[in-house]
């Protein structure tokens, strides 16, 4: 029972996450592909009324909130300027296509069918910020999406039965959310590692005038060394010599 209570955690959390990407939106730092945010608040919409209809409990709680945060956003951005993104013709295509999805669902009166096209739906409208995000991180807030993983397994602690119409949509918010999260941060788990590579070969250099001046103190040092080496052989050498020379002319 008491793990129920973290679906209400999780519809706490997605509201703040709407929040938190909406002061992001008003920094000008988070730009919302609205194609994408106003269709994230219908798939998941279509997948609480289908679940509610085939007799789905409280596990539709955070399915329904996954659609509620995205319309928040997607209301804010008439009113931020600075939250524009200019849309291209594959946004539309990405949204012409979620729509057909919902179209379907409307053809179909079968609750697994629906969320079947609810979630293709979703994924096609997921597309145009998913590419946004990994081209241009530096446009999204990474913070509803990881809200989104935790918002997503909540409905596991509150599932009773493990069947297609509980369990499919929050599988699938989990993995894409992941999958955004991920685009969001790849450049950053990608650079940390190379610059830290960098400035330890970097700091094993001596730049400039100091590497050259070391560089040539080890080939002068070098050259001391041999010449030193080559002298003591020939002084040894001469030294036996002389001494060969006052033996024989003793002996004769």
Not at 71 to 100: E, N, P, Q, R
Not at 180 to 187: K, M, N, T
Request: charged content about 10%.
């Amino acid at each position: 029972m008491i793990l129920g209570y973290l679906v209400f955690i999780a519809a706490f959390a997605s509201l703040l996450s709407a929040f938190i990407y909406i002061r992001s939106m008003l920094k000008g730092h988070a730009k919302p592909n609205r194609i994408t945010w106003f269709m994230w608040s219908i798939a998941p919409f279509i997948a609480t009324a289908a679940a509610l209809s085939d007799g789905v409990g409280w596990a539709v709680i955070p399915v329904f909130m996954s659609g509620a945060m995205p319309f928040l956003i997607f209301t804010a951005s008439f009113f931020t300027k600075k939250a524009y993104w200019k849309l291209s013709s594959f946004d539309y295509l990405c949204g012409t296509l979620s729509g057909i999805a919902i179209i379907l669902w409307l053809v179909t009166k079968n609750p697994e069918i629906a969320i079947a096209f609810a979630i293709i739906s979703d994924a096609f409208a997921a597309i145009p910020t998913f590419k946004k995000a990994w081209t241009n991180p530096e446009t999204e807030s990474a913070w509803p999406f990881i809200i989104g993983v935790f918002n997503a397994l909540t409905s596991f602690t509150v599932i009773t039965m493990f069947t297609f119409p509980e369990t499919a949509f929050p599988i699938y918010l989990i993995a894409v959310n992941i999958l955004l999260s991920f685009a969001v941060y790849h450049r950053k788990l990608r650079n940390k590692p190379f610059h830290r590579v960098k400035q330890q070969k970097n700091s094993s250099k001596i730049p400039g005038e100091a590497y050259l001046a070391e560089q040539t103190f080890q080939v002068k040092n070098n050259l001391f060394e041999t010449g030193y080496m080559m002298n003591g052989t020939i002084a040894t050498n001469t030294t036996r010599i002389t001494q060969a020379t006052v033996v024989a002319r003793v002996t004769t």
